[in-house]
Structures are given as structure tokens and as C-alpha cells.
């Protein structure tokens, strides 16, 4: 099966956002074993920056203790592994760095064609969580304002039409604000394909709640560094909704 169908199936999904760069080895096995037990759909892994060598380790650790798929999530162009499954091949189509909607892609391409990873093309969407987030200050775009649901639609149509298969909604690492229910279920309504949703999101209620306003994947990543144990109830929470 591809890992595409599995976005498309029916029935919500949890990612688990693992970041390289800050659990320990026994860290990650935490989180693979309780990630199986709970039913976690995808391992997404990246991060704003790497500041080690760990990116390849991880994986091979999720990957020994989990029978989940692992998807880069990748921050820049360093972040390539053959050991994942699938490759989020972000197009920055919130901001206006040529860099983040093609020039970064250009040169990571002969090294994605090698890799044998399935790309999942993705339209990537910062919205204003309230303040600067890593990928705003990193990608040097502004994100889009939480209240322009014209912008944030349009944005997502003109994804879909360029062939884009996914598009994520993100609201950055640590987002004071989650993407807002209004602006997720108008997005939703305005596209045929997969939407994601991530950032800034706490507690499995709202998870949940950016679920049932049209998010087909939640990505959580902060929330469960803090609290681990909460993995089993997050997943339940997106999964009980229909
Ligand atoms: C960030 O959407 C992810 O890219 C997850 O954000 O760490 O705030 O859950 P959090």
C-alpha cells in the first residue's frame, strides 16, 4: 500500500511529531512503543534546525519498536534519510521566499529521485498563531492573518490546482493559538485532498476539535514531549471522531 492511500482512507489520523534534535535514545523508545499501543498513524520527523547527528538513529529506533510509517518532516534540505518511509515535500505557499516554494526544492530533487522515498507533495500554510514561530523567523515569510479565511481558501485551492496532494496547516512548534476551528473547517470545505493541521495544540479536547472542523490529520509534537503519558488519550480523541 502507499503511504498516500493511508491519508486518504477514511477516518481521522494522529501524527506524532518527533524532533531529532531533543529526546534521548530511550526517549524515542518511549515514544515508539507507546505510539504502537495507542495506534498513532504516522511518525512525522523534523525540525527547525539540527544541531547533531541523530536524524538516521531516530529513525532506525522508531523503526525497530514501532510498525509505523515515518515521514520526514524535514526543516531544510540537510534533513534527507533513506531509513524513513515517506518524504512531506513542503512548498512554503503561505509565504513569498522563492527559496521555500521552489529554490530548496531543486536541489534536494536528485536526492529525493535516489532515495526511494515516496514524496508527498504538500502545501505548506503558516498562520499567525499570535507570535513569531521558528518556521516564520526561519523561513523569513510572514504567515497568513488568523482571520483571513479568503486568503488561507484561495491559498489551498492554488495549491490543489498545482498538484499539490497534501496541505498542512500549520500554526508553528509552540503556537500560542492552534489554527482556528472556523479557519480549518473553511479550508477544509474549499479543497479535495487531505488537509493537516498542526501546532499549538495541548490537549486532546482540542484535538479532538480540529478534527470534527475538517482536519484529516492532527500533528502533535510539544505536547507530548511535556506529557507522554497523554499519548493514549490524544489518539483516542482524534480516532472517536467520525
Ligand atoms: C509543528 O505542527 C507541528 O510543526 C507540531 O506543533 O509542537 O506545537 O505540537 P507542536
Request: charged share 20%; glycine share 10%.
Amino acid at each position: 500500500m502507499k503511504l498516500y492511500d493511508l491519508f486518504t482512507k477514511p477516518g481521522k489520523k494522529i501524527a506524532v511529531l518527533v524532533d531529532p534534535d531533543k529526546p534521548t535514545d530511550e526517549q524515542i523508545i518511549q515514544i515508539a512503543k507507546r505510539s504502537q499501543e495507542s495506534g498513532v498513524d504516522f511518525f512525522f520527523v523534523g525540525g527547525s534546525l539540527l544541531t547533531n547527528d541523530n536524524l538516521d538513529s531516530c529513525i532506525k529506533l522508531l523503526k525497530i519498536h514501532a510498525k509505523i510509517p515515518v515521514i520526514l518532516f524535514p526543516g531544510n534540505t540537510n534533513q534527507l534519510s533513506n531509513k524513513a518511509d515517506g518524504f512531506l515535500f513542503l512548498s512554503l505557499i503561505s509565504g513569498r521566499n522563492a527559496e521555500m516554494l521552489i529554490g530548496r526544492h531543486v536541489i534536494a530533487a536528485p536526492y529525493l529521485k535516489l532515495s526511494g522515498l515516496e514524496i508527498l507533495p504538500t502545501g505548506y500554510m503558516l498562520i499567525d498563531s499570535g507570535k513569531p514561530t521558528s518556521v516564520s523567523y526561519m523561513s523569513n515569510t510572514v504567515p497568513i492573518p488568523n482571520d483571513k479565511f479568503d486568503i488561507a481558501i484561495c491559498t489551498a485551492m492554488a495549491g490543489e490546482m498545482l498538484g499539490m496532494k497534501l496541505i498542512f496547516l500549520e500554526g508553528g512548534s509552540g503556537a500560542e493559538r492552534s489554527v482556528s476551528d472556523e479557519m480549518i473547517k473553511m479550508v477544509h470545505g474549499s479543497i479535495n485532498i487531505p488537509l493537516i493541521v498542526g501546532g499549538g495544540i495541548r490537549t486532546p479536547e482540542r484535538a479532538a476539535q480540529c478534527a470534527r472542523a475538517g482536519a484529516d490529520v492532527i500533528v502533535i509534537g510539544n505536547a507530548l514531549e511535556k506529557e507522554p503519558g497523554l499519548l493514549s488519550q490524544f489518539a483516542d480523541a482524534v480516532h472517536g471522531v467520525i
